[in-house]
């Protein structure tokens, strides 16, 4: 859905499968980027430039002859290290011994440990977020470089699986997430009020001048650090607070969910408490967590909508369409609201929009959590419909 409102916005580059790559990089790299045939010779290009870059490295620097290169794109990947692939039988499970893990192993080890390259694990491989995580398996840390804030529940969740895995075979060894990412301002770095904000623009343009113009700053997350500060400050009773917090985040809208009206990411933070009783993981009560904080953000703060009790029973207990009936009836007395601008007003869904969001959400958690193994989107009411060319949009989405 995203790539279809970008071609929306930016015309696709035309380029067909027997013209050749410009010499140097088009103006209009954007238009580039939404042709698909252009963007895949593009990447077949670096592949081929970066294996032969690595491949002179080796035969070059004796430094680099103990290093290992994984090009992971369409089908087996190519595990590049010095002296080339040995003979090797792959591991039956398809799952790397200690010797990799504990760093005395090298490319050949790998290699030798992969699955072949006729197996059902490389069908329909191509570019996307969730092959970073295959690679959990063969090593105690992964870093990901990445700018896609999906890749923070991602990974997460992943971790989350881990650790349940790690509980059921002690010998199997944790893997640590790493995300190199663009850096978000804390609250120690927030918009200061008007006043000191205009002193502020004075001053800085005074100095623009003189200084450098200041670029992009980028940070590593700790994946694991992070999971124990949400696990801290997310008291969930009905389900774990990662999940939980998870579910939040494609609530405030993601790849695969949009933007809920009137309600972003940090009102949603903040009124968290009042979501501890709920399982988000369920798509009536996350119609029934929508409801309460509208309820707490247009009506009546710090209450419960009427006719709901703030306990786990009352939550696992409602129906879809009792649920419905309540948001309808919420929406509409905030749309009485006189004091609600009319614009707001026509922004808010209705019942139809919110639950099918619901359902975006039950898809989107469990694409985060089965990866290669989610059902398709299609295969029951996840919130998605397809136009006439087979194009998948947001149900009840105008």
């Known amino acids: 859905m995203t790539q279809v409102k970008r071609n929306k916005q930016v015309p ?9 790559l410009p010499a140097y990089m088009p103006d209009d790299w954007g238009s580039a980027m939404r ?3 252009f963007k895949v010779k593009v990447i077949h290009k670096v592949l081929v430039e970066t294996r032969a870059w690595f491949l002179d490295k080796l035969r070059q620097d004796h430094s680099w ?29 398809g799952v790397v011994g ?10 050949a080890d790998l290699d030798a440990c992969l699955p ?35 890749y923070i529940p991602l990974s997460m969740l992943q971790m989350l699986r881990d650790q349940g895995r790690q509980a059921m075979a002690e010998s199997q060894t944790p893997c640590e997430i790493f995300i190199f990412r ?69 609530l405030s809208g993601c790849d695969f969910a949009l933007n809920l009206p009137r309600l972003g990411p940090k009102t949603i933070w903040k009124l968290r408490h009042r979501l501890t009783k709920l399982n988000l993981s369920q798509p009536a009560q996350l119609l029934c967590a929508m409801s309460i904080l509208y309820w707490d953000t247009f009506v009546m703060k710090n209450t419960m909508p009427v006719g709901m009790t703030n306990e786990t029973s009352f ?17 509409r007395r905030i749309k009485l609201s ?60 105008t």
């Open 12 to 20: 696709a580059l035309k380029f067909d499968e027997i013209d050749h």
């Open 35 to 37: 042709n698909r045939t």
């Open 65 to 93: 002859r103990t290093r290992t290169l994984v090009l992971d794109f369409q089908n087996r990947p190519q595990v590049l290290f010095a002296g080339g692939a040995r003979e090797k039988a792959p591991a039956a499970s």
């Open 98 to 107: 200690g010797d990799f893990l504990s760093g005395s192993g090298g490319g």
């Open 116 to 150: 072949p390259t006729e197996s059902a694990v490389w069908r329909g491989r191509g570019e996307c977020d969730i092959k970073a995580f295959f690679w959990m398996r063969y090593s105690r840390r992964l870093l990901v470089v990445s700018t896609d804030g999906d």
């Open 182 to 250: 663009m850096h978000t301002k804390s609250a120690a770095e927030a918009v200061p009020d008007a006043k000191r904000r205009c002193v502020a623009q004075s001053s800085a343009k005074r100095e623009e001048a003189a200084a450098p113009k200041k670029t992009r700053k980028y940070e590593f997350v700790q994946v694991s650090k992070l999971m124990a500060c949400v696990e801290r400050l997310l008291p969930s009773r009905a389900q774990h607070p990662v999940e939980q917090f998870c579910a939040m985040v494609a």
């Open 315 to 331: 939550f696992e207990k409602l129906e879809e369409d009792d649920v419905k009936q309540q948001y309808g009836a919420i929406m």
């Open 338 to 397: 006189k004091s609600l601008s009319p614009r707001i007003a026509t922004v808010l869904w209705d019942a139809d929009r919110a639950n099918a969001h619901t359902l975006n959400i039950e898809w989107t958690m469990a694409y985060w959590n089965l990866l290669h193994d989610v059902p398709d989107p299609h295969s029951k009411d996840y919130g998605y419909m397809r136009d006439a060319k087979g194009r998948t949009h947001f149900a009840f989405s």
